[in-house]
């Protein structure tokens, strides 16, 4: 029973490791506007992603995002993290992760980890609200926080986390923005919560 928990944790690791904002594409190499032009390459299995329109349809799922924004996905393993960023050199983004649940583990095991994950190592998090809500009929686990001293980011962020689980996989979802910032881009980040649906 303590292996599987140690799994479960370390997953989970992995999940929020992912899905939190300081992970930008920065990280991934894809800071220039070489890449955003498609005349560059990408570090790792970093892809632009073309879009006819604003709507992203693969991977089991599909989404609205805002206006003039930019898509990028990571493949890591069967994990897949889309990235849909304002601006590659801005903090404002929103990540999507799509992660298959370890086996072995009961729903109700991986709804209790995610309703309050712990979020350590960067920065200081502060948690200012946990809420449930729900999407696509399924009830997800949102927590926000307040982050300040990141290594890669000047300024303290609003990082609200949403996380649920769905046939067999773990979704979850971060919207990111400057504490100055994250109120103004509640309609940009509804676009892509409010029309997101699962096909798998």
């Known amino acids: 029973m303590q292996k599987k928990y140690i799994g479960l944790i370390l997953t989970i690791s992995i999940i929020v ?13 894809v800071s220039d506007s070489s ?55 801005d903090t404002t983004q929103i990540t999507i992760v799509i ?13 209790d980890s995610i309703k309050d994950p712990v979020n350590e190592g960067d920065g200081n998090w502060v948690k200012i609200s946990n809420n449930t809500t729900s999407i696509n009929g399924t009830t997800a686990y949102e927590n926000t926080y307040t982050v300040s001293n990141l290594s890669q980011f000047k300024g303290s962020l609003i990082i609200k ?26 309609t940009n980040f509804n676009i892509t919560l409010n029309s997101f649906k699962i096909y798998n």
Not at 17 to 29: E, Q
Not at 63 to 85: A, C, E, L, R
């Open 161 to 186: 986390e949403i996380n649920f689980i769905k046939n067999g996989y773990t979704y979850g979802f971060t919207f990111q923005a400057p504490v100055n910032e994250f109120n103004n881009e509640q």
């Open 17 to 29: 490791i992912l899905s939190v904002g300081y992970i930008t594409l920065n990280t991934f190499g």
């Open 99 to 111: 992660a298959p649940n370890p086996k072995g583990l009961s729903n109700q095991e991986l709804i």
């Open 35 to 89: 890449f955003i032009s498609g005349s560059g390459s990408s570090s790792g299995s970093v892809t632009s992603v073309d879009m006819d329109g604003n709507t992203y349809s693969g991977d089991g799922v599909s989404f609205d995002i805002p206006s003039h924004w930019q898509v990028y996905k990571v493949v890591d393993g069967t994990n897949i993290n889309i990235n849909i960023v304002k601006n590659y050199s």
